[in-house]
């Protein structure tokens, strides 16, 4: 009777953890308590129907949990969780034979089951609060599917050796190589998905490090053009009033035509009005990131010889409160890499390219952007450009507006509107200040 309760204490202690697990990996919340109970009950039934089978019972699990979550948790992140207690449960059951098997072999020590199953237990609810946390951060990031197929790998060898090891009770040299194998792959498997995230993150880490890098440039070619614009015009103030005085005498004779003609020759000489232009207004933005985009952006325009005129009239100090300024970097970057990609392919096509962008911001706090470029003669849907992997080589470049959608849709007082005039695209974003 005893070892009985001992073992329904082990069974529940074990689909509880199972479903703590599940819960602290996948992190889902409001589930109703009854929902909790009533899988608890179901498993707590199919366990004691195979006697304590984990393979059986923890295939069953999977069956159970699927039905329950499908519809609340993304795949990856419901059987990644699913997938994370299973493994523990194997484990702990691998853990309990071998250390049993080791004993008699060895010591000739003969270890109560019951004690250090609860003992596992213990050990793998501090082992799964641990790792919760870093498991879910997997389970969502970029590597999910690579994670999630680490998981499968370590189900599939920790099942084939409890059905090898465990369930067969076969204790040969074959059986314990074949197992420690197992094990040893395992850990392989873990270390090099460790060793690439590694590599993964140190790449990025370098692409940011290049990216702030050619943002310092662009910035030192700003502050480099506008040394050079205020030489420039200093210098041309000076000339030019040289050069009036010594007009003078021409104009005061009536000869109106030389003047014009000298003053439009010395104009087209010494005044460069695409490198006036190259960076106009640009001064009046004060919000740091919002200025290295824009003069990133700016810089790539005059780099492929692309039309464009900037108008920012209003010095932008601020945007409203709620809003990430990344997220509107993100939006202004997106939206000018579609009007430069367009414009591309226009000047490929030997056909006239331009690009009008305007920022603004008014004493009440809205702030607006549009920005307006040429496109190729084709029908566009609105509908259509704005999908997930929607491809618009052959038509306008709509890539990455619904990346922009999901941005707006974290905020309420955020409008996108797109237009699609004859020639032109339209992109046009209000935010209004909080209430």
Aim: charged letters at 25%; proline letters at 2%; aromatic letters at 10%.
């Amino acid at each position: 009777m005893k070892e009985i309760i001992i073992s329904l204490i082990i069974v529940i202690l074990s689909i509880f953890l199972n479903i703590w697990i599940f819960k602290k990996v996948s992190k889902i919340d409001k589930t109703n308590i009854f929902v909790w109970i009533t899988l608890g009950i179901l498993i707590c039934i199919s366990t004691m129907l195979f006697q304590g089978n984990v393979p059986i019972t923890n295939f069953i699990e999977i069956i159970i949990f699927t039905i329950f979550f499908i519809k609340k948790l993304p795949i990856s992140l419901l059987f990644g969780s699913i997938f994370s207690f299973c493994i523990i449960d194997l484990l702990s059951d691998i853990a309990v034979s071998i250390i049993e098997v080791l004993c008699k072999s060895i010591y000739s020590v003969y270890i109560n089951d019951s004690i250090l199953r609860i003992g596992l237990l213990i050990i793998s609810l501090y082992i799964a609060h641990t790792l919760s946390e870093k498991i879910n951060e997997q389970l969502i990031s970029k590597n999910k599917k690579i994670f999630l197929g680490l998981l499968i790998y370590l189900y599939v060898s920790s099942e084939i050796i409890t059905i090898f090891f465990i369930e067969s009770k076969i204790n040969t040299p074959l059986v314990m190589f074949f197992t420690a194998f197992l094990i040893i792959q395992s850990i392989f498997a873990v270390g090099a998905y460790y060793e690439l995230t590694k590599i993964q993150s140190n790449l990025l880490k370098k692409s940011e490090q290049d990216k702030i890098i050619q943002e310092q440039e662009q910035l030192q070619e700003y502050t480099k053009y506008l040394e050079e614009s205020e030489d420039e015009l200093r210098a041309f103030r000076h000339d030019y009033r040289n050069m009036l005085n010594s007009l003078k005498i021409s104009a005061q004779e009536g000869n109106t035509k030389e003047v014009i003609q000298k003053l439009d020759e010395y104009t087209n000489a010494n005044l460069n009005a695409k490198a006036f232009e190259k960076y106009r207004d640009v001064n009046h933005i004060k919000i740091k990131s919002l200025k290295s985009i824009i003069i990133a952006k700016l810089t790539e325009m005059y780099g492929e010889d692309i039309p464009y005129n900037f108008e920012c009239r209003d010095d932008i100090t601020k945007i409203p409160n709620n809003i990430n300024e990344l997220d509107l970097v993100r939006i202004i970057g997106i939206s000018c890499d579609n009007a430069i990609e367009e414009s591309k392919a226009l000047l490929k096509q030997t056909k006239k390219a331009h690009i009008e962008i305007m920022i603004s911001s008014n004493e009440d706090g809205e702030f607006e952007y549009e920005i307006q470029n040429k496109r190729r003669d084709s029908e566009i849907s609105l509908k259509q450009i704005q999908q997930r992997g929607y491809s618009t080589k052959k038509s306008h470049s709509g890539m990455g507006l619904a990346n922009i959608n999901s941005i707006k849709n974290k905020y309420e007082n955020m409008t996108i509107s797109y237009e699609v005039p004859k020639g032109y695209f339209d992109f046009y974003l209000v935010i209004e200040p909080e209430e």
